[in-house]
């Protein structure tokens, strides 16, 4: 197995450990969610003043990594929404074709220009360890540092699927379907 092949394997294993990840914080996201509400309905009818900022922030931040570290897990398991009107009618080679297009002129293309324009508020963010605008509100600062995380993960990602592109359309087979073991090789 090449170096790009073992490269391209340990990116697929990150990013479904991430997606393992992933599982866990959307069960937390849905508990605070929950017992946010539960608190602040309660706290209404016993006429209490709670501030639940710091509840409803960690909320959001919760549902921000899911999001944006989910994204290269999706693109590896091809759970993307697309218009497959004729992708899905498509040989495997075909498919390969449109998906080595799509990512090398549009995904890899898109991460870096992300990368590029988010870095200076990122960096921006750190330096003033910017704060919620909010009373007893949660450092912005850390969850930004995710954006630049989540693109450098959807690059990886998307290297790996290009080389898994590539197989495809090297395979021998004329309907450029590969073994599943073959699929494997690259992703383990």
């Known amino acids: 197995m090449s170096i790009l092949s073992k490269l391209a394997g340990c990116i697929d294993s990150l990013n479904d450990r991430i997606g393992a990840m992933i599982r866990w914080l959307t069960m937390v996201m849905v508990f605070v969610g929950a017992a946010t509400a539960i608190l602040r309905y309660s706290s209404r009818g016993l006429k209490l003043s709670l501030n639940l900022t710091p509840q409803t922030e960690a909320q959001w931040y919760l549902f921000s990594l899911i999001f944006l570290l989910g994204a290269a897990y999706g693109l590896k398991h091809d759970v993307h929404v697309r218009v497959d009107v004729l992708y899905s ?91 599943v073991d073959a699929l494997r090789e690259v992703s383990s």
């Open 89 to 179: 009618q498509l040989n495997p080679k075909k498919r390969a074709w449109i998906d080595l297009i799509g990512h090398t002129l549009f995904l890899v293309p898109f991460c870096v220009v992300m990368l590029y324009v988010s870095w200076p508020a990122v960096q921006n963010s750190w330096s003033i360890r910017e704060m919620s605008p909010d009373p007893g509100g949660l450092p912005r600062y850390p969850i930004k540092m995710v954006i630049l995380l989540s693109f450098v993960l959807l690059i990886g990602q998307g290297y790996s699927q290009i080389l898994k592109q590539v197989r495809i359309l090297r395979s021998d087979d004329e309907e450029g379907s590969l073994p």
